[in-house]
Structures are given as structure tokens and as C-alpha cells.
């Protein structure tokens, strides 16, 4: 049986992340102010997640956990115009670096709504939006270099737990697509663990290259850069949703 979703239980989840970062540009404070209280959404148990897109006609549903700076977000939610692309990223730096990115109206000086129609945001825990949504109502699932989190006493703040795995296969539609990158191989042994023993996942690999090379629509992050310049080696794991 699936854990319900508990509004209280949800206000009293600690983040284990950083919150805050460098300070903001003044440009960036009035994207907070102004573009990101439009873009953010609040989860409701049991509501269509296509809903929160307003009058925007989507298909479907996917969610990046974990967006950073939103280069990959923002690259899918372009690529496809009739997917709605939810990210929910608690670190204010980077949800300001998105907001950034949106591109600017020459008359307005605001971003363009072209640009952010089929996106959505959440600034908490994502836990909150995976145990909100009904069942079988996403199409893909990101989760792009998470926190590693690589002290023994602190591997219970990796997102991937069994618990959150069978939250996951809950809300993820048959078929639809789990991704998780990462450049540390405590965690890859970790993830790889969960994901192949769970009944709800299948492992899209067939060969070495399938998890050391992205495919073509999914495009590099920031901190899949900063990886390969450290000298380190990143893998990228596909599951589909039995």
C-alpha cells in the first residue's frame, strides 16, 4: 500500500540542501518577486498535474527533481512545446539562474511567455509533488547529479530510497521514463541496487554505451560539466516504469 499524501507531514519534511547561495543580482530579486510566484505552482492531492498549466494545452506530464540551473529543464520544456515541464529545486540561486534564462519581452523588459508557458515550479521538497499526484500521471521523471550525499550516516538523504521508488512507480504512467545521471559511483551502486531490485522499474541498457553516453534529447548540465573537468566519469541510467 502506497503512503497518502499528508499536508502536515509535508510542512514538517526537513531539506537537507542548501537553501541560499551567492548573493542575487538586482535583476534576478525581481524575477522572484514578480515571474516566479506565476510559475509556482502548489500540489494538491489527486489533481491532475495537467491542470496546473492553466489554459495551456499539454499531452502530458514530466518532472525534473532537482533542476539546478535549469539548462536541462528549460532545453526539454523547448524541444517539447506540448509536454508541461514541472521542476521543483529548492536552491534559490539556481531557481533565479532559470528564471534568468527565460529570455526577456523587448517592450515589457519581463520574460517571454513563449518561452515559459509549458513550465511550472516548485520551490520545496519534491517529495511533496510525487506524493500529491494521482496515479500513472507522469510521462518522464529526471533526476539529473543529485546531492551524493557520500557519508554513511547521511545516505538517508538520497532522494532514491525504496520508499520513494514505489512513489515514483505509482505516479509514473506504464512506459514512462525514469532518468538519473550522477559522477559518483557511491551512489550509481546505491541507485542501481534500488532501481533493479524494485518490481516497478526495467532497466533500458543493453550495451556499455546505453549508460556512458547521453542520448541525443538529453542534454548536458552544468554539473555534468563540472564532472568531466574534475576528471570524473558520469553514467546515465534509464528505467522504464513496468
Not at 51 to 57: I, P, V
Request: aromatic share 10%.
Amino acid at each position: 500500500m502506497t503512503r497518502a499524501f499528508d499536508p502536515d507531514a509535508t510542512r514538517q519534511r526537513r531539506h537537507f540542501g542548501r537553501r541560499k547561495g551567492p548573493a542575487l543580482s538586482a535583476h534576478q530579486a525581481r524575477l522572484l518577486a514578480t515571474l516566479l510566484p506565476r510559475l509556482t505552482i502548489e500540489p494538491q492531492p489527486g489533481r491532475d498535474p495537467r491542470e496546473y498549466f492553466g489554459a495551456r494545452d499539454v499531452l502530458e506530464v514530466w518532472l525534473e527533481i532537482g533542476f539546478g540551473g535549469g539548462e536541462h529543464l528549460l532545453w526539454q520544456a523547448q524541444a517539447h512545446p506540448q509536454v508541461g515541464m514541472i521542476g521543483a529545486e529548492p536552491y534559490v540561486s539556481g531557481v533565479a539562474k532559470l528564471l534568468s534564462k527565460l529570455g526577456t519581452d523587448d517592450v515589457a523588459g519581463e520574460p517571454s511567455a513563449a518561452d515559459r508557458e509549458n513550465i511550472r515550479l516548485y520551490t520545496e521538497d519534491a517529495a511533496d509533488i510525487v506524493e500529491a499526484l494521482p496515479d500513472a500521471s507522469l510521462g518522464r521523471v529526471f533526476l539529473l547529479f543529485p546531492d551524493p550525499w557520500p557519508k554513511t550516516r547521511h545516505h538517508k538523504r538520497r532522494f532514491i530510497q525504496t520508499a520513494m521508488l514505489d512513489q515514483l512507480a505509482r505516479v509514473m504512467k506504464a512506459g514512462a521514463e525514469f532518468r538519473f545521471a550522477t559522477d559518483d559511483q557511491s551512489y550509481l551502486v546505491w541507485a542501481l541496487e534500488r532501481l533493479c531490485a524494485h518490481r516497478g522499474f526495467q532497466w533500458l541498457a543493453s550495451m556499455p554505451g546505453d549508460w556512458r553516453t547521453r542520448p541525443p534529447d538529453w542534454p548536458q548540465t552544468r554539473y555534468e560539466a563540472k564532472a568531466i573537468r574534475g576528471g570524473c566519469s558520469c553514467t546515465f541510467l534509464r528505467f522504464a516504469r513496468r
